[in-house]
């Protein structure tokens, strides 16, 4: 078995561009969902996450499994050099990249291209945002947000939304009237309102007109979240109301055996398990995907590291991810679940070929 997961290349299905170097924050705020630099010195280096994370760089760097020494062979590194490194290690054959997160701060989805095939994803509520910008009128505005759905360019592969941070997930129902009427005082953030409800809804309608998923933030994340509004429960009404894919990451942690709930009683739900891999303790990543998969069917699983900021953590999550899926996969061998072949099929499902297919790559 470890042999067999060690051997496939993983599709990362959702992650995030690396900043660029003007724009580069310190190391250990790549390891905290944290915005504070208090918590950054004083707090980060404590958490299991990071102190595991460093003897793995440090095996990666072949350097010593201290915190200066680390550092300090990546100083020696570019930062092409550093990416190249990363990936190749990942053993990964694509990315795609959701770059709606600090769009001024990073790399274009392009540049990482020369490292691994890579497509990207539209997030809806940076491109109202943008749209926003033009001072449109309503009705040129709405057209606009829906052209550039309908029409994205040939990299796009899906669409993502962060209606977790923007109100939660329970989205309510959408009225262009009610959407017409707000406008005027709209002051250019998507939050929850008629308006974005309304151009939430419509990212749906052309989602499901071109077939293509939908990616939502589930689960825990950066601290202007509200964890009991980001339970992937919530979202039932769109799920129920429309038929594209939805792909609800992160494992919805804690929420994830309501997600593997959701993905094993709709045909239009898939998950993943990025961000909770490689984020919590080993115990703790396998036993969220232990309980992911308690119902999850395998052909809806997807593999992702939601690695942003360096390119270390496109390493950390794919090597956390594959040693995660080989101690739980083992597991449902000696438990009598699977065989070994449907174990190494299952392997193949979750690593690549669900994302794959999903997204017609």
Known sequence: MEEAVE????????AHNIRKESSAVPFEAAFTESWDEDVWKRDTPHGLFFRRSIRQLAALFHCSPTVEAVKEARAHLTLEELTRLCVTESRLCGLILDDGLSPEHILPWDWHAQFVSTTRLLRVEHLAET???????????????????????????????????????????FSRDAAEKQFPDWEGRMEASPLYSFLL?????????????????????????ALELSNPLLLRPLVERY????????????????????????????????????????????????????????????YSSDASLIP????????????????VLTELVEDGDLTEAEAVEAAHWILAENARKLYGL
């Open 201 to 225: 809804h419509t990212a749906l309608e052309v989602a499901t007109e071109r077939k293509l998923p939908v990616q939502f933030h589930t689960g825990f994340g950066d601290p202007d979240l």
């Open 243 to 302: 038929s594209c894919p939805f792909v609800l990451l992160h494992a919805g942690y804690p929420y994830f055996r309501e997600l593997g709930f959701l993905a094993s009683v709709y045909q239009n739900v898939w998950t993943d398990f990025g961000l909770s891999v490689p984020f919590l303790s080993f115990r703790g990543m396998t036993q969220t995907v232990r309980g992911l998969l308690e119902l999850a069917p395998l052909n809806k699983v997807l």
């Open 312 to 327: 270390d953590l496109y390493y950390l999550g794919a090597k956390n991810g594959r040693r995660v899926l080989r101690k």
């Open 7 to 14: 051997e496939i290349l993983a599709l990362d299905h959702h």
């Open 131 to 173: 749209l926003f910008l033009k001072r449109l009128s309503f009705g040129e505005f709405v057209n606009q947000f829906r052209v550039a759905l309908e029409e994205s360019p040939p990299e796009v592969v899906g669409f993502k939304s962060i209606a977790a941070y923007r109100g939660g997930l329970a989205v309510g129902n």
